[in-house]
């Protein structure tokens, strides 16, 4: 046996060990992701109640009948599913674009030296770094009607309103929300923008200053076009975080959000698990996993074309 192992080759030796290093992590991406997925897409084919729960490859097969009941929006159930999926396009619309624009604008702001950069970095990414469950939930103590610190302050020392606004109730619910997203999210912008600034020539700004060029010019000019590889990455990473967000709005409000901030994922996960009826609740799952990969090959083909030509 050791004769024959020692005459493999050394070339092919070394080809083969990457592949045996990336076991472990597929098989884990196996057991984690791709499982679990397989068997939610059999799970939506079935009329899965609470009454099938201990053997749930017994409940009646219903075919495409989950999928028809999600989408017929002139029912109850269209209607709920299609309202929480304009809320959630609303949601990471502004929850994207705002973090976006906080991160570009801090990283631009942190290129330049002065005492206490370093400093004023480590508390910028201080909510990247905090758990989730920890920065919603202390989020939710600030968000409280009579003890919240943001009352307090809106409303005792600035006095910009003229009551104590519920925030984790009716239409603030969708303001509150969007704020703790773009609290948590922005940071990871501002860090992945950083690193896209380190690789564009400080030349480049010293001529354009040389040629009158101000600082508005130069952002426009040579920042935003150099990182515009790093924006499109950065764009798509933020979208999938924050639509499929489950975390944020389930610590937040719990187990029934507000119907302003009525997100898709605790939409579905209140079909499955309110509701008990798991098969409406995979099929909506499936359903958003389809919507997610036509999204995001739609985004990666136009990206790609507009990198082509200006190529």
């Not at 009941?69 to 109850?76: E, K, M, T």
């Not at 010293?206 to 952002?219: K, L, P, R, S, T």
Request: with cysteine.
């Amino acid at each position: 046996m050791r004769e024959r192992s020692s005459r493999v080759p050394p070339r092919l030796r070394r080809a083969g060990l990457p592949y045996l290093l990336l076991l472990p992590a597929l098989a884990l991406e196996l057991l984690i992701h791709l499982v679990p997925m397989a068997v939610g897409t059999v799970m939506s084919f079935r009329q899965l109640t609470q009454f099938f729960i201990r053997d749930w490859s017994a409940a009646p097969w219903t075919g495409l009948g989950n999928y028809r009941l999600a989408v017929d929006f002139s029912a109850p159930v269209g209607q709920s599913l299609l309202n929480s999926f304009w809320t959630t396009c609303r949601f990471t619309a502004l929850s994207v674009g705002i973090s976006w624009l906080l991160g570009t604008a801090a990283a631009i702001f942190m290129q330049e030296n002065f005492r206490g950069r370093g400093v004023l970095r480590a508390v910028f990414l201080v909510p990247y770094a905090l758990p989730v469950y920890t920065a919603v939930i202390t989020w939710s103590f600030m968000f409280q009607h009579d003890t919240g610190l943001i009352n307090h302050v809106l409303h005792d020392q600035l006095h910009l309103t003229s009551g104590r606004p519920f925030w984790l109730l009716g239409d603030n619910s969708f303001t509150a929300l969007v704020t703790v997203s773009v609290w948590k999210s922005w940071p990871f912008a501002f860090l992945t923008v950083t690193a896209g600034l380190q690789n564009i020539p400080r030349d480049l700004y010293e001529a354009a200053a040389m040629d009158g060029a101000g600082v508005w010019q130069q952002i426009r000019r040579i920042t935003l076009p150099a990182l515009r590889p790093v924006n499109q990455v950065l764009v798509l990473v933020l979208f999938l975080w924050t639509f499929n967000d489950f975390n944020t709005p389930y610590v937040l409000f719990g187990k029934s959000a507000p119907q302003a901030a009525d997100l898709i994922s605790i939409h579905i996960y209140q079909s499955s698990f309110v509701t008990w009826n798991f098969g409406a609740g995979s099929a909506m799952s499936v359903l958003l996993l389809l919507f997610l990969l036509v999204v995001t090959a739609v985004y990666l083909f136009l990206t790609s074309r507009r990198r082509d030509a200006d190529a």
